[in-house]
């Protein structure tokens, strides 16, 4: 009986000690904002430092006079029920500190001039899922460090050249599911890029010459872009490509001596199977839907299409 006394009174000790432990480190992390809008939660990430989050839904403008000014990452988004409605204007000046900005599912129709100016620190700016329809170069004007930019799921179409000339220090670009046709010298000044999303625009062809201004690009994503051909010259202007989705497109099958590339698809959980060391691009039927399928890893004999070993 003693024992069980014991035993019982040393748990609730420990539970006791858990609970004080848990109750101090949120109590430590709330010393660190003097200001959190009612709406969202403020919390010190052990990662990313001060982060405000606003998820609710339903607003008509971001809270940022509730804000602290050293505020490290912003995230405000939506249920896709009760989406935000918000516009862009030059709120962040005040917000020196923020590394990652994701405004999402809020209905936004512009970036508009000079609205991240001067965020020197941003690497991060995600604004996909929203209502955006032009760019300007001056939407990113003062983002010299920015690396990632996603401006997915909107309603780009046209762009004038060089939107992102001030953005030399990006290294992903993702404009998928928009409406976008490519422009003259619409990447110029990318001299950092690395990873290109073009999926889901209805690209129909590329024209070699646009492509000019991303020889470093190793990863092209153009999956969904109704492309009735591929020019053998956008190859050799790609000359670091190692990845390319060209899934369910009607473009024939690529040259196959064009350039050296690893040529990954996607399967339906999201990953992807990588076929190892080939020596040359391997010569796919782009017009054959091959997510979910794995492939043998074996070097392609230039101008043998590329087949599925099985369906999982």
Request: hydrophobic share 40%; glycine share 6%.
């Amino acid at each position: 009986m003693g024992h069980h006394i014991l035993g019982a009174f040393l748990a609730a000790a420990l539970a006791g000690s858990l609970a004080g432990l848990t109750g101090a480190q949120r109590t430590s992390s709330q010393d660190h904002f003097r200001r959190c809008p009612q709406q969202c939660a403020c919390y010190l990430d052990v990662n990313q430092g001060k982060k405000v989050s606003c998820e609710a839904g339903g607003l008509s403008d971001i809270p940022f006079l509730q804000m602290d000014g050293d505020v490290q990452v912003f995230h405000f988004t939506a249920p896709p029920d009760l989406p935000n409605e918000i516009s862009l204007g030059r709120f962040f000046g005040r917000f020196s500190a923020l590394e990652e900005i994701r405004i999402t599912h809020s209905r936004v129709p512009a970036i508009g001039e000079n609205s991240f100016y001067p965020l020197r620190k941003l690497q991060i700016l995600d604004l996909s899922h929203n209502n955006i329809s032009t760019l300007i170069d001056k939407d990113f004007y003062g983002l010299y460090q920015l690396k990632v930019l996603n401006l997915s799921a909107n309603e780009i179409s046209k762009c004038p050249s060089a939107p992102f000339r001030h953005l030399q220090s990006l290294t992903s670009l993702i404009l998928s599911n928009n409406r976008l046709q490519l422009a003259p010298r619409l990447f110029y000044m990318l001299k950092n890029l690395q990873r290109l999303d073009l999926s889901g625009n209805p690209l129909d062809s590329i024209d070699p010459d646009i492509l000019k201004d991303l020889r470093p690009v190793t990863r092209l994503y153009l999956a969904r872009c109704n492309l009735s051909s591929l020019h053998s010259l956008v190859y050799q202007q790609l000359p670091n490509l190692e990845h390319l989705d060209l899934r369910v497109t009607t473009s024939d099958t690529p040259h196959s001596d064009d350039f050296r590339l690893h040529l990954f698809l996607c399967r339906s959980t999201g990953d992807f199977s990588q076929i190892t060391k080939p020596t040359h691009l391997l010569a796919l039927s782009p017009s054959e839907d091959f997510t979910g399928a794995t492939f043998e890893s074996a070097v392609a004999t230039p101008g043998a299409p590329l087949r599925p070993r099985e369906l999982i």
